[in-house]
């Protein structure tokens, strides 16, 4: 398998992993939702796609490193889900959390230095899996708002 069919067979799991989340997001509302669970979907995905794959979580401060045969990927997720910051014991929102902010921004940016310093890494594909949603009671979205000029999106 030649690096681009490692790339190919990543990118083909994320868009199953999308899949599996419209059918589960019925069952299981995004608001209960973190980055472990975004990332259990995108390695059940995997292990679908080809169940040679060897997946290792959180290695090196990577959150992924999928390997097959004598190739390897690194894939660090984030999940961002705009949802209310909630006090349980008073049982009130305070506000809003994890949206697009400037304190996101510099952990976006740290994952992909994480992946960029690796040594003996440069044919190695490397990703970067940003899972962003806005509540669906929002007038607008703070994503395409607040984003548009924030250079994450072009990384």
Known sequence: MLASAMRQLLIKA?????????AEEARAPLGRWNESVFRFFYSKALTAQDAEVEQW??????????????????????FYLHSARYYWFQGVSKGMKSYPSPKNL???????????????????????????ADPKDSPNSLLKNRCSSMPWLYI
């Open 106 to 132: 510099r952990e976006f940016e740290k994952s992909v230095d994480t992946l960029r310093r690796q040594p003996d890494s440069s044919a190695v594909p490397k990703f970067v899996a940003l899972f962003y």
């Open 57 to 78: 979580f959180e290695v090196n401060r990577i959150d992924l490193v999928v390997r097959r045969k004598n190739e390897l990927a690194f894939i660090e997720f984030k």
């Open 14 to 22: 994320f868009g199953d992993a999308v899949t599996q989340f419209k």
